[in-house]
């Protein structure tokens, strides 16, 4: 079984990197942009790619919405887990407790307010759909991913 894992990097990079860890330690298959590498397609397509030939859809919402693929007004992450949905495959949603957790300033800064509006949008379109889990701090993140894998799934190799 291969995890998708999908998020923004600038705000969440040290979340990214725990979870990557954890994945390895645990022995999960997985997919994230940082593997993808350079090829000839569109960074849009290369995503959507890795994605198609994952079973599951880890998503992490934290404090920025993202860049946009050109022309595009959704940001890659909620490409992403829109194409996930179409696939029908487990997804996994994820959100930053903004209440609890240290946000650096400047993770927020350089977003308009668009993106934060769309930001909001795509946080409430997941609670609706799904039963979101918050995080504070990387490792808690980490710990609560595997454990829905683990629960959910039974995804241990």
Do not use: W
């Not at 995890?3 to 390895?24: G, P």
């Not at 919402?61 to 595009?72: D, K, S």
Request: net charge neutral; glycine share 6%.
């Amino acid at each position: 079984m291969r995890v998708f894992l999908s998020s923004t990097y600038e705000d969440l990079t040290e979340h990214r990197i725990t979870v990557e860890a954890s994945f390895a330690m645990s022995g999960i298959d997985y997919n994230a942009m940082e593997h993808f590498g350079s090829n000839p397609r569109p960074p849009i397509q290369t995503c959507l790619t890795a994605l198609d030939a994952s079973d599951v859809f880890v998503g992490v919402l934290g404090v920025r919405y993202g860049g946009c693929p050109r022309g595009g007004l959704q940001s890659y992450t909620e490409r992403e887990y829109r194409h996930a949905r179409t696939r029908n495959v487990p997804i996994f949603m994820f959100l930053i407790d903004e209440r609890n957790a240290a946000v650096p300033p400047q993770h927020i800064i350089g977003e308009t307010p668009q993106q934060q509006t769309r930001l909001q949008s795509f946080k409430n379109f997941a609670c609706r759909h799904h039963t979101v889990t918050f995080f504070r701090t990387p490792d808690d993140l980490a710990r609560l991913v595997l454990a829905s894998l683990i629960r959910e799934l039974g995804v241990l190799p």
